[in-house]
C-alpha cells in the first residue's frame, strides 16, 4: 500500500498564502502524475492541478488559476502546491495522489490515480 505524505495545511485568514508539500515515495517517484485534489464538506472532490515528475507538464484548474502554482523538486522527490491569495471557498481538505500514467492535458479524475496521502486540512476564513 503506497502512501504519499502531505503537509502544510493549517488555518488562515483571506488573502494570505499557504505551501502545501506532498512526498511522493522515492521509487515511484520518477516519470509520474502527480496530482492535487480537495475535499469539501458536503461536495465532490475536485482536481485541482498535476504536474508530471519527468517532463515538468503542468496543469491548473480555471478557478485557481493565477494563485495557485504546482511545482516539484526531483531531489526530494516532493511536490508542492503554492497557493497565494487564499479565499474562504479553498477551504477543504487537500491530498495528493500520484500515478504512473501520463498526465492528461487538462483536468484529471481521481479514479486514475493508485496511490493517494491521508491529506492536509486548509481551512480560510
Known amino acids: 500500500h503506497v502512501q504519499l505524505v502531505e503537509s502544510g495545511g493549517g488555518s488562515v485568514q483571506a488573502g494570505e498564502s499557504l505551501r502545501l508539500s506532498c512526498t511522493v515515495p522515492?521509487?515511484?517517484?520518477?516519470?509520474?502524475?502527480v496530482a492535487w485534489f480537495r475535499e469539501a464538506p458536503g461536495k465532490e472532490r475536485e482536481w485541482v492541478a498535476h504536474?508530471?515528475?519527468?517532463?515538468?507538464?503542468?496543469s491548473t484548474r480555471d478557478s485557481v488559476r493565477g494563485r495557485f502554482d504546482i511545482s516539484r523538486d526531483n531531489a526530494r522527490s516532493t511536490v508542492y502546491l503554492q497557493m497565494d491569495k487564499l479565499k474562504p471557498e479553498d477551504t477543504a481538505m487537500y491530498h495528493c495522489a500520484a500515478d504512473s500514467s501520463e498526465c492528461p492535458n487538462s483536468e484529471a479524475s481521481s479514479r486514475t490515480f493508485s496511490a493517494w496521502g491521508q491529506g492536509t486540512q486548509v481551512t480560510v476564513s
Open positions: 522515492r521509487y515511484m517517484y520518477r516519470s509520474n502524475c
Open positions: 504536474i508530471h515528475t519527468g517532463s515538468g507538464f503542468t
